[in-house]
């Protein structure tokens, strides 16, 4: 399994980005993608996640009302449009596979993880 995460850069405060994860290599029609980022000095969070099948979505609270994400299924592609940033949300963006696991579960670390991508940079200052 493959993932590739892009769209990160730096924004100001208040403003808007959005990262895409392309994953290839499997031939399964259901799975969970999930976004997680990491800041200096804390742990790996997981943020929002969403399932290819049924489209349902979870979000931490820290990004609920701020972040949406969504899914190509003919592109093979999530993304996650995110708005109202702030310094807090530094970090860096990444997204993983799952494939027998819920949202929830992908998003708060108890589902089967099968790939990671490679990371992208956030960068929320003024």
């Known amino acids: 399994v493959q993932l590739q995460a892009s769209g990160g850069g730096l924004v100001q405060p208040g403003g808007s980005l959005r990262l895409s994860c392309s994953v290839s290599g499997f031939t399964l029609d259901y799975y969970t993608i999930g976004w997680y980022r990491q800041a200096p000095g804390k742990e790996r969070e997981g943020i929002s996640c969403?399932?290819?099948?049924?489209?349902?979505?979870h979000y931490a609270d820290s990004v609920r009302g701020r972040f949406t994400i969504s899914n190509d299924n003919a592109k093979k592609s999530v993304y996650l449009q995110m708005s109202s940033l702030k310094p807090e949300d530094t970090a860096v963006y990444y997204c993983t596979i799952a494939f027998v696991s819920t949202p929830r579960d992908v998003c708060t670390g108890t589902g089967s993880f099968s790939g990671w991508g490679q990371g992208t940079q956030v960068t929320v200052s003024s």
């Open positions: 969403i399932n290819n099948y049924d489209g349902a979505t």
